[in-house]
C-alpha cells in the first residue's frame, strides 16, 4: 500500500499532456544487444524501475515490455553535450519530451516522467517515498556527471541495483579519455563492489558472487 501512495504521488507531481502530442514515432536510440542479453535476467522481479537519462524512450520500452515494473524516467529532454555533434541528434531536441510522450503513450500509466537533472530528479523520487529496486544510468557521460549519478543514486537508494550504458564511450575530440567506464570503477573501488561489463553494458555487483570470468 505505501508503495503504491508513493508512485501515485509521484504520478500527480508529475503528471503526462492531456492529449497525446501531434507529432509521429521515432525508435532512435541506442540500446544494445549486449544491454538486453545482460539486462533482461534482472527484470523479472522488479517492481520500480529508475532510469537516469531516457532520450527518446527506447530502453524505457524495454523495461515496459520485459517487466511489470512501473517506470520513472529521469532526463532534462534537453540533450546532453555529445547530442550536439550530430545533426540528426540535434534536430530532435527541440521536440525531443513530446516524441519521448508520444513514443510511450501507451505505457502512460506505467510510466513516470520526470524533467529535471539527474541529481535533482532522483531526490524527487526519494522525497515521494519511492524506492526503486533498479537503477539504470545513462546520462551525460563525463566522468564527473557519471560519477556523481552513481554516487547519488546508491546514497539515496542503498537497496537499489545499479546498471549503465556506455562501458566503452569515450570522447577522444575533446580528449576525454576517461569517461563511464572509470568512473563506475572508481565509485567501486570506494565501496568495495565489483562492476561486470559486457561491451556497452555494466552492471555494479554489490555483493560479489558475479561469473570471475566477466569480472573487470
Same mark, same amino acid.
Given at each position: 500500500?505505501?508503495?503504491?501512495?508513493?508512485?501515485?504521488?509521484?504520478?500527480?507531481?508529475?503528471?503526462?499532456?492531456?492529449?497525446?502530442?501531434? %507529432?509521429?514515432?521515432?525508435?532512435? #536510440?541506442?540500446?544494445?544487444?549486449?544491454?538486453?542479453?545482460?539486462?533482461?535476467?534482472? &527484470?523479472?522481479?522488479?517492481?520500480?524501475? %529508475?532510469?537516469? #537519462?531516457?532520450? &527518446? #524512450?527506447?530502453?524505457?520500452?524495454?523495461?515496459?515490455?520485459?517487466?511489470?515494473?512501473?517506470?520513472?524516467?529521469?532526463?532534462? @529532454?534537453?540533450?546532453?553535450? !555529445?547530442?550536439?555533434?550530430?545533426?540528426?541528434?540535434?534536430?530532435?531536441?527541440?521536440?525531443?519530451?513530446?516524441?519521448?510522450?508520444?513514443?510511450?503513450?501507451? @505505457?502512460?500509466?506505467?510510466?513516470?516522467?520526470?524533467?529535471?537533472?539527474?541529481?535533482?530528479?532522483?531526490?524527487?523520487?526519494?522525497?515521494? #517515498?519511492?524506492?526503486?529496486?533498479?537503477?539504470?544510468?545513462?546520462?551525460?557521460?563525463?566522468? !564527473?556527471?557519471?560519477?556523481?549519478?552513481?554516487?547519488?543514486?546508491?546514497?539515496?537508494?542503498?537497496?537499489?541495483?545499479?546498471?549503465?550504458?556506455?562501458?566503452?564511450?569515450?570522447? %577522444?575530440?575533446?580528449?576525454?579519455?576517461?569517461?563511464?567506464?572509470?568512473?563506475?570503477?572508481?565509485?567501486?573501488?570506494?565501496?568495495?563492489?565489483?562492476?561486470?561489463?559486457?561491451?556497452?553494458?555494466?552492471?555494479?555487483?554489490?555483493?560479489?558472487?558475479?561469473?570471475?570470468?566477466?569480472?573487470?
Amino acid at each position: 500500500k505505501d508503495t503504491l501512495m508513493s508512485l501515485e504521488s509521484l504520478k500527480n507531481a508529475f503528471p503526462w499532456p492531456d492529449t497525446m502530442p501531434k %507529432l509521429s514515432p521515432d525508435s532512435h #536510440g541506442w540500446f544494445s544487444k549486449h544491454n538486453i542479453e545482460m539486462f533482461k535476467p534482472l &527484470l523479472k522481479d522488479k517492481t520500480i524501475i %529508475l532510469e537516469v #537519462g531516457s532520450w &527518446l #524512450g527506447l530502453s524505457a520500452r524495454f523495461w515496459l515490455q520485459n517487466s511489470s515494473a512501473t517506470v520513472v524516467c529521469v532526463d532534462t @529532454w534537453q540533450g546532453s553535450e !555529445e547530442h550536439f555533434t550530430d545533426n540528426e541528434w540535434s534536430s530532435k531536441i527541440p521536440t525531443l519530451f513530446e516524441t519521448f510522450c508520444v513514443n510511450q503513450w501507451q @505505457w502512460r500509466d506505467h510510466l513516470i516522467p520526470i524533467k529535471n537533472t539527474s541529481i535533482e530528479g532522483m531526490k524527487r523520487v526519494a522525497e515521494h #517515498g519511492v524506492e526503486p529496486d533498479l537503477i539504470y544510468i545513462d546520462a551525460s557521460h563525463s566522468y !564527473e556527471d557519471v560519477l556523481a549519478d552513481i554516487t547519488t543514486a546508491d546514497a539515496l537508494f542503498p537497496n537499489a541495483q545499479i546498471i549503465g550504458d556506455d562501458w566503452n564511450w569515450k570522447n %577522444l575530440t575533446r580528449n576525454m579519455e576517461k569517461t563511464v567506464q572509470a568512473a563506475v570503477i572508481d565509485f567501486c573501488q570506494t565501496k568495495n563492489y565489483t562492476p561486470v561489463a559486457n561491451h556497452w553494458a555494466w552492471i555494479i555487483e554489490k555483493n560479489p558472487a558475479a561469473n570471475p570470468e566477466t569480472q573487470i
